[in-house]
Structures are given as C-alpha cells and as structure tokens.
C-alpha cells in the first residue's frame, strides 16, 4: 500500500495531468476539494506540442456548431482564466490578442476561404474580408504571392507549455502524483480509485478521466471513442532576435494547410500534419519538408529562421471531433477528454465546467452537450443524462449512488457505451 492509499480517499483522482488534468484540479482546488493528479510526465503529451492557437473562429467548419459555440465560451473566459493564474503564479503564459490571418494563394483556396467566410457572417462571427494589400500591412513578411485573406480579430494565441506550466506551479506540492496509471479500480459497480504501475491504488471519491489520446485503453473504465490522431509540428527562431510575425497566420497554399503561430520573443510553431495511422505516426522526412516548403512559401524570411525542434504528438479525436465531458456509464467516473484539435482553446470552460460537476452534482449547461451519452443510442443511458430542466445534466452524487444506481449493481448491467 502507498502512502496515498493510507491517508484514506481524496475527493478527486485525476488521471492525466496534461492541460486537461491540470486545468481541472487547478479549479477543483480553487473550489475546495482535495485533489490528486496521477502522470508519471505531465505535460509531455499533445499538450506538449500544441500550437496553442485559441481560435474558434478561424477553425469554424460546417456541421460543428456545437463545438463552436463551446470554444467560443472558452475564449471568453480565457482573459479571467489567464489573469487569475498568473496573479497565482507569478508565471506569463503569452496570451496574445493580435488575431489570426487566414491567407489563400490560388482560386481554389480563395474559393474556400471565401466559403468559410459566408459561414462567418451566417453565425455573425467576426471576421473580415481583407485584400493581399491589406493583409500585408497587417502582417508585412507575408509573401505578395497572396491572393486573399480573412482576418479574425477575436481568435487569439497562448503559449501551450507556459500555461501548462503555471497550472503545475498553482497546484499544491501534494496534489502531483508522478506514476501511471494502470487501471480504474472499481467496487460495487462504481470507481473508487485508480491502480498505479507500482501495484498501490490511490482512492477518490471521483474518478477523472483525462488521458488524452491514452483515454480510450484504460481497464477498468468504460470504452470512450477516443482516437490518437497524429500531428507532427516544428518550432523556429529568428537568429536576429526579432519577431517573425505578430499574429497567427494560417495558409491554405495551393489546397494544401499550414498555420504559423508566434510564440515569445521570436519564435514561430509551424503545424501540423494530421495523421490517422494509430499510434505509429513519427517525425519524417517528408512531413517536416512539407510544412516547411509551405511556410517558408507564406513568410519567406522565416527559411533564415533557426530551425529548433520536430515533434510528433496525438491529439485525442472522438468520432464528431467535439470532447467527451461529464459522467461516464460508470457510477463515479468522469470524462474529460476527447478535445481533439481544440484541446488548449477548451482548457477553461472544460476545467471549469468539469470543476462545477464535482463539486455539485451537475454539469453546467454548456457542456450538457458534450457527454458521452451522444455516441450512446441506448434508452438506459439517456435516463442516467437526460438534461434536466435547469437544462444541466446531471450525475448522481456520490452519497445518492450508494442508495441508488450504483451501489451492489455489477459493471456489466451500466449502460453501454
Ligand atoms: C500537433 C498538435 C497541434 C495542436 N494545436 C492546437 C492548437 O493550436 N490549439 C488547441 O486548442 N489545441 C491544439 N492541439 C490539441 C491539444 O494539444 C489537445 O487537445 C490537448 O493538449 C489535450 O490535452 P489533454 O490534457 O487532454 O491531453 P494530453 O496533453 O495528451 O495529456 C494527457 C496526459 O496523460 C498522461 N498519461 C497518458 N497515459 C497515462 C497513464 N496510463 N497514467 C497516467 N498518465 C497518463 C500523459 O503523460 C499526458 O501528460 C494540438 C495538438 C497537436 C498534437
């Protein structure tokens, strides 16, 4: 038996301390429940290689309104969120404000930009049409080979690893506990704890799974359809020490994407491949030529730029490309994964929304749409989701569970997923 396992049950185990795990214990905490995060490397995946554009605007698609209007509300906490953490800490996460320019260089890619526009003024969003001229004066090391460009004034850009590393720094010394996790222990039909590599288990009242692209594999939990898709990404540096650009800027080069993100003083993150091959994407030869012919092609000064780093990483995709929040079929464990290509933009409203669920019993109503019960067609599972007329969904509190659905009823008689 570890020491955590003596000490008796923490209100929360979180498994999984990248953004996710770390944003929803910093505010769990923050709401008075004593917490354990559970990584043996936090921080070291997708999170690690985001490119922490917060950008719902400029990542608008057809069909995925929903998830737009979630990253829209995330967005619109972001300020309070970052203000809050870096009083805390004392740490600068690098919240930049300039907006995002999407820039398209053939017809094909101005047909498409001007598409994505139509649905911008369609749902009122702010963004503006805006000739090469123009955006050249926005961003001046843009290549006159433009041929068009929207601006997103409100899309704005965080430093992935810096608020990850803040959400650390706010997080009481006890609360990291650095193994893995093996599986979710589970009692009388309902999650009480997690089971750690080193053969100890760590007990929580609540269970939360947010082990990314991970969460899919973990015995003892519901299956969730969470899938590794693979990004490989680059991260430059102007040897002169000045800034490569002042805004995000995302490509469509002859049909093919590649977004630049600025990061510090001088630094640029070029993204991202997107891969379906499982957990075997790597760096290769052909991914990082590609990212780099493309970018160099948008800002041509960066070919000067030192060439710092190439990562591969798998964000967490789900089968709608929108996260997986709040209860599970199984009584005491909670999801919070799934945040796909979004999952730096949803770090606030997930963090907090997840947070509210814990503390009270119900999940606010902006993420009531988010539960795994919409990949579920089965009657049984709709009654323990259903929205109730505050229109939050609910999940039975622990102390009702013992009386009610979840204490003696056996794992196989939840519902499925
Ligand atoms: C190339 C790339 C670019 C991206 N760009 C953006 C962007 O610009 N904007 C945006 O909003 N999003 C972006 N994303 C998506 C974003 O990075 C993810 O959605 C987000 O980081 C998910 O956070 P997470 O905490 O759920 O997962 P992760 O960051 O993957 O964290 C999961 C954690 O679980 C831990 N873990 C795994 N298995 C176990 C285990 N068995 N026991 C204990 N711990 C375990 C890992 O060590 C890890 O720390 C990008 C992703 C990629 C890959």
């Known amino acids: 038996m570890s020491g955590q396992a003596e000490s008796g049950p923490v209100d929360v185990v979180i498994a999984g301390g990248g953004l996710i795990g770390a944003g929803i214990a910093w505010r769990a905490i923050h709401r008075g429940l004593t917490v354990r995060v559970v990584d043996p490397d936090p921080g070291s995946g997708a999170s690690y290689a985001a490119g922490g554009m917060l950008a719902p605007v400029s990542e608008a698609s057809y069909g995925e309104d929903r998830l737009l209007r979630l990253g829209q509300e995330s967005l619109r906490r972001y300020p309070a969120f970052v203000a ?28 498409a930009l001007d598409d994505l526009h139509r649905y911008h003024r369609e749902l009122g969003l702010p963004a503006q049409r805006l000739t090469p001229g123009e955006a050249r004066r926005l961003e001046p090391g843009l290549t006159p080979r433009l041929r068009g460009a929207v601006h997103a004034a409100s899309d704005y850009s965080v430093d992935g690893r810096a608020l990850h590393a803040a959400l650390l720094a706010a997080l009481p010394e006890q609360t ?8 979710v222990a589970v009692q009388n039909g309902r999650a009480v704890g997690v089971t750690l590599a ?71 993150i070029i993204g991202a491949t997107s891969e379906e091959k499982g957990w075997h994407s790597r760096v290769t030869v052909g991914g990082v030529f590609e990212l780099l012919r493309d970018a160099t092609e948008v800002l041509p000064a960066l070919a000067e730029a030192e060439l710092t780093e190439t990562l591969v990483r798998f964000r967490p995709g789900t089968p709608d490309n929108a996260p997986i929040l709040g209860p599970t079929p199984l009584p005491g464990l909670v999801a919070a994964t799934g945040h796909h290509r979004n999952g730096v933009l949803l770090t606030p409203v997930t963090a907090d929304a997840i947070a509210e669920l814990l503390v009270t019993g ?4 902006v993420a009531a749409e988010f539960t795994i019960a919409r990949f579920t067609a089965q009657e049984s599972s709709a009654a323990r989701f259903t929205a109730q007329e505050s229109s939050a969904a609910r999940f039975t509190a622990p102390e009702e569970q013992d009386s009610a659905a979840g204490a003696g009823r056996p794992a196989s008689q939840m519902p499925a997923v």
């Open 198 to 268: 080193d053969g100890s288990m760590l007990h929580g009242r609540t269970v939360v799974v947010a082990l990314g692209a991970a969460s899919a594999d973990l015995p003892g939990a519901p299956a969730l359809p969470v899938r590794p898709v693979g990004g490989q990404i680059l991260r430059a540096r102007s040897l002169d020490g000045e800034p490569l650009a002042e805004r995000t800027v995302r490509a469509l080069v002859r049909g093919r994407h590649v977004y630049l993100v600025p990061i510090g003083a001088n630094g640029m």
């Open 176 to 183: 990291l506990v650095r193994e893995r996790v093996t599986a």
């Open 362 to 365: 119900e999940l606010p109503a």
């Open 84 to 111: 809050e953490l870096e009083a805390a800490t004392g740490h600068d996460v690098g919240l930049r404000t300039t907006g995002t320019l999407m820039v398209g260089f053939d017809a094909d890619d101005m047909r």
